[in-house]
């Protein structure tokens, strides 16, 4: 196991111009592992034998998400600590104590923080993309879905209306224009999240808490307005269940969003190819990924289409939970001239 590279993805992520509660976590794991930490090496080996196709930037998150489920209190007591030397003695006795607890959670689970906003670049596109399809409607597939809100969000007057205005694109705010939806599926790999676990994956920090705030206004919102949607357990990276799910129905387009960091670099493109392979026509695909793995704020929007083998590099947003602005990419032009939409 190359302890340099979770070293250098902890440092880096450490040095995020934002501090959403889990800072302080990375730079502790990039100090542990220069020490080094024998007790930190062991549980992250550990950690990456039972899932080896995580990112070292998705593993040292689990494994902070972990240590928070496992012993709540750990992570405040750790921050507390006057010197990055004792943090590290304490955050070695939290491992050494429940080791057991944080690599079982970490075999089963994954990142499914939820953010409330990552619809709204989606239904912009789909509504530009898929206008005239209205008369048999699309089957939309998000996969890596979490807890599932955003195949849900697609088409809520009421949420893009709420949180659209906090996002403006170099051209005003999209107006509001439904997706001919036939059916909205949630992939992703069991067990499914449930609301406990997505409040553990938010940092503990006032920004976070504001974040979760918005999602439980959400999901009141989506009880009474949100669209059906059929939840299916696939793991992404097993290419022939995910194949098969394709082919059995007929998913027109699909979502990634934030999936792809996840994910050991090799594993990406061979994720994007199955999917692009196994979607029917149009086969349009949205992946938002952040900046530098989650070093720098912010993140791309890229759409795979059949009528190019390279993405279109559409837009850049400036806050990878839908705050802030949204600007071009070099492709921007080129895609909505083809599929144009309409601002505010």
Known sequence: MQFDRFESAAREMGNHPQDHGWRDFYRLVGYGLAAPSAELRRILALCHGSQPAHSAT??????GIAIKTVRP???????RAPSMKERLRLLEE????????IRRLVSMRRNSFTGARRFLVPQAILSAFFRGHEGDGITFADFGT???ILPRQLNCETLY???APDLVWDDGIPRFRPIPLRSSLGVDRGPMPDLEWVRSCYGPSDYYDELFSELT???DVLADEGGPVRFHEVDLVDDEALTAFLRDNAVHAGNLSYVLYEISMAMRAKLVRTLREGLRPPGLLIVTEPHGELTRQGCDVLVYCRDRQDPYRVCAVSDGHFKGKVTRLEHYREFFDRHPVTFD
């Open 58 to 63: 998705h593993l040292i998150s689990l494994v």
């Open 73 to 79: 209190d750990a992570l405040p007591l750790i921050y």
């Open 94 to 101: 939290t491992v050494g104590e429940h080791g057991d607890d």
């Open 146 to 148: 979490g807890l599932g």
């Open 161 to 163: 209306r709420t949180f």
């Open 217 to 219: 206004f959400t999901l």
